[in-house]
């Protein structure tokens, strides 16, 4: 009996660790940011396929997306396979983004949610975000 009931408190508590180690998890949020550069940059190697000794096909493109999300920036880098960058990468463009560990998620209107690997994250240095 006393076992049954250390067994059912200790779910209990495991339970409510959980469910505060999530609700205060901001970073699984979707947050509001701002594309503030775009940047083209070819390819390092074959990617999304089997590797072989066969050239990057030039249809192929990276971008780096700058995001800015309150006073950080993130640098994420999209991968197309083809030429085409989705119009919500222009810059100035809202979008919704949840910044991970290694990845950066972001909500294309229109499209399925993107995966972008992170690059870099630094501080905006504009004068809204200068210490008061």
């Known amino acids: 009996m006393n076992r049954t009931y250390g067994l059912l408190l ?3 508590v495991i339970g409510m660790f959980a469910a505060f180690a999530v609700a205060g998890d901001s970073s ?3 947050q509001k940011a701002v594309v503030v550069s775009v940047q083209e940059r070819e390819p390092n190697m074959p990617r999304r396929r089997n590797p072989t000794d066969a050239p990057v096909a030039r249809s192929e493109k990276d ?3 700058s995001l800015r999300v309150n006073c950080s920036v993130y640098v994420g880098r999209y991968e197309s396979e083809s030429d ?5 990468f222009a810059v100035g463009q809202a979008l919704d983004v949840r910044p991970g560990k290694h990845v950066l998620y972001v909500k294309i209107p229109g499209s399925r ?6 690059i870099r994250r630094y501080a905006a240095t ?3 975000c200068a210490p008061r």
């Open 28 to 30: 699984r949020k979707f």
């Open 10 to 12: 200790g779910f209990v």
């Open 126 to 128: 504009d004068d809204s």
């Open 63 to 65: 971008y780096d997306i």
């Open 113 to 118: 949610d993107t995966q972008m690997t992170l």
């Open 84 to 88: 085409d960058l989705p119009g919500a």
